[in-house]
């Protein structure tokens, strides 16, 4: 059953993608020496998602099978008096304050107070005298009941995923009154019935309760992870998000540590030269994520071999590439490699020869990769020609941004170094305005252009992994040698977990 109203991921759930405990994983010597990717959330973020905790406790006490609870007790001059509470269900509950604290190297410890819960159900009871048992009599009962409720969550590394333990769980009750139909009952039978099973249904609710709230960090556990699995991957192409050492649980914030390997198909990625060091990050800004270079050159990598790095332009976007300037020179030029074909009988095709090179610095992205252009025409009745074909060395400076929902790349600055070239309007490649034509519009139009698909296309892919869900405010993404920093500061998109126990619970 799924409770009323809106719930969003609380504190406990969140913060189990970012730690794992390492009892249960084997690690090398050498520490962070195969980390790819770091996550880092600090204070500010944890603080902001245990305002959302009362709702996950919710959960599980609406979710709590409670059993049934019988026993039965001597009384002087009543015999034996047998009672049962069955069909026992919280009916509300709300919950006044709710605070989380970091154990630096132990658990997250959440400190929940005055939660106000209504358990209802129904008694039945009766008298036993020496020979014989009657149980005549059924009333329903409402029990008011505030609780304060303690939780450690420790975590643990199995199969190198994520597993919370949730098990430390502490109920305190301050008030525990029994009702029976509204206190119509004579006071001492209500009296009678709250001694007899006062302690019991402490124990009960205690067990039950914590069962639940185990049960749902487990399965949250589970879920962050596969959303995170999820998110890194497109198809054939994945990243190893497994653990990749001991993570940090401090005072001011939790970072884990993953591989990040790139698994295509065949391809094999290895790393163990890891330049992360907790040093790099700070805590000023709720969430961060450290990449290592080395991952960006294997997805690069993995795209090459699963022939993304293609492109193909006609028509419009092909007029619009080589008349970027109305010049006597440009249209002589366009003349004499169209041989006077319509552009909508024309195709230029753009690939990467080889696999992509790419270094992280301080002034941005550095792109350096062999392509190859080839332009064919389509004469009327006439087998297709390629009328021009060239290789160029292209080395380009990015520096990426996300803002309004949508990722942003800007090209600096580029450096064109020709390797081949064949055009069929100057065999002998003697004539210099056509290089010189080629070699501006590459650099003015073709890198921005190529640029500008691929903007739109990794945003689409991040929006399909459910990024623009997320409210991110001010996000910015800072390169260094060797690796990059993502920092920014967050909501949580509270449907999400919603659609997910709908399913599951």
Not at 29 to 49: D, E, H, N, Q, W
């Amino acid at each position: 059953m799924l409770w009323a109203g809106r719930m969003r991921l609380g504190t406990f759930e969140i913060l189990l993608v970012f730690v794992h405990a390492s009892t249960a994983c084997e690690f090398g010597p050498f520490p962070y020496s195969v980390t790819g990717i770091v996550c880092r959330m600090t204070k500010p973020a944890a603080l902001l998602l245990n305002q959302e905790t009362a709702q996950v406790i919710q959960a599980a006490f609406r979710n709590a099978k409670f059993p049934n609870i019988t026993g039965e007790r001597s009384m002087r001059l009543l015999g034996k008096v047998a009672y049962g509470l069955t069909n026992i269900q919280v009916n509300d509950l709300s919950i006044e304050q709710s605070e989380v604290e970091l154990r630096e190297n132990d658990a997250i410890h959440i400190d929940i107070k005055n939660v106000t819960a209504f358990f209802k159900g129904t008694l039945t009871y009766g008298y036993a005298g020496a020979w014989f048992l009657h149980l005549f009599h059924s009333v329903d009962f409402e029990i008011e009941s505030s609780i304060d409720l303690q939780i450690n969550i420790k975590l643990m590394c199995e199969k190198d995923q994520v597993a919370a333990d949730a098990s430390d769980c502490y109920l305190s009750f301050h008030k525990l009154t029994l009702h029976l139909q509204g206190d119509k009952e004579p006071g001492w039978l209500k009296q009678l019935f709250t001694d007899f099973i006062s302690f019991t249904l402490k124990l009960v609710l205690k067990r039950e309760v914590c069962n639940e709230i185990n049960f749902l960090a487990q399965m949250l556990a589970n879920f962050v992870h596969d959303l995170a699995a999820n998110f890194v991957q497109d198809e054939d192409i994945k990243l190893d998000i497994s653990l990749a050492s001991v993570p940090l649980i401090k005072a001011n914030y939790l970072e884990s540590h993953h591989k990040g390997l790139v698994l295509y198909k065949n391809y094999s990625d290895i790393f163990s030269d890891s330049i992360f060091s907790p040093s790099l990050l700070t805590e000023s800004r709720m969430l961060y994520f450290w990449l290592s270079e080395h991952i960006l050159n294997s997805l690069a990598s993995a795209a090459f071999l699963d022939k993304r790095l293609v492109l193909t332009i006609r028509g419009e976007e092909l007029q619009a590439l080589f008349e970027m300037e109305d010049t006597e020179t440009q249209r002589k030029v366009v003349q004499m490699i169209f041989q006077g074909i319509s552009y909508n009988d024309s195709v230029a095709k753009v690939w990467s020869l080889a696999h992509p090179q790419i270094s992280l610095q301080p002034e941005g992205t550095v792109v350096k990769s062999l392509v190859a252009v080839e332009v064919s025409i389509y004469p009327a009745g006439e087998e297709p020609q390629i009328v021009l074909y060239m290789e160029k060395e292209i080395t380009v400076t990015i520096q990426a941004a996300y803002a309004e929902k949508k990722l942003i790349l800007h090209p600096l600055d580029s450096r064109i170094e020709s390797k081949v070239f064949k055009c069929r309007a100057d065999p002998s490649g003697n004539d210099s305005s056509i290089r010189n034509f080629l070699q501006t519009m590459i650099s003015l139009v073709g890198i921005p252009e190529v640029i500008s698909r691929i903007e739109p296309a990794l945003t689409s892919l991040m929006n399909r992994k459910g990024l623009n869900l997320f409210e991110i405010r001010n996000p910015e993404i800072i390169t260094r040698k060797g690796y990059a920093i993502v920092q920014l500061d967050f909501s949580f998109p509270n449907h999400l977990l919603l659609d997910f126990l709908e399913k599951k619970l």
